[in-house]
């Protein structure tokens, strides 16, 4: 019993807490970003202010087909909540960094349904970065 509980503990580590994993590659400018992907979150930065981020935010969402359920507005923080087809909950994080050197670098967290899809997160992003 012992052995099982703290297999079950390592691999819940190593999933949730240990595993990250460089990911996007700038198709246009052949150039690697600096997102990657963590217990099912895809995080990215994005050099633009939080208010400009959620207005494409949420015109790309709509043009990807997701059903925009709601939005969290706070002073550093948008959430974006939406459905797609399938029922799955798709979240859109936007959060303005607080450090006064880089007022204008924002980090967007996204994530696709209960474990995350890093391919369909990537879309999203791509979507919206390149429609800034």
Same mark, same amino acid.
């Given at each position: 019993?012992?052995?099982?509980? $703290?297999?079950?503990?390592? $691999? =819940? ?9 460089? #990911?996007?590659? &700038? ?9 990657? /992907?963590?217990?099912? =979150? /895809? =995080?990215?930065?994005? @050099?633009?202010?939080?208010?400009? $981020? /959620? ?6 969402? @709509?043009? +990807? ?6 939005? +969290?507005?706070?002073?550093? !923080? ?6 797609? !087809?399938? &029922? *799955?909950? !798709?979240? #859109? ?5 607080? &450090?006064? *050197?880089?007022?204008? *670098? ?5 994530? #696709? ?9 990537? !879309? ?5 970065? &390149?429609? +800034?």
């Amino acid at each position: 019993m012992k052995a099982i509980f $703290i297999t079950l503990l390592a $691999i =819940y580590a190593s999933v949730f807490t240990g595993c990250t994993t460089p #990911v996007a590659t &700038d198709p246009l400018t052949g150039q690697e970003q600096l997102a990657e /992907f963590r217990a099912g =979150y /895809f =995080y990215a930065p994005i @050099d633009k202010p939080i208010g400009q $981020i /959620f207005k494409t935010s949420i015109r790309e969402l @709509d043009d +990807l087909g997701y059903f925009r359920t709601g939005e +969290l507005h706070s002073e550093s !923080v948008i959430t974006i909540y939406s459905r797609k !087809v399938g &029922d *799955e909950k !798709v979240t #859109v994080r936007i959060s303005q960094q607080t &450090d006064a *050197e880089v007022e204008e *670098e924002s980090e967007i967290r996204i994530r #696709v349904g209960y474990l995350g899809n890093l391919a369909e997160s990537q !879309v999203i992003y791509a979507r919206i970065r &390149d429609a +800034l």
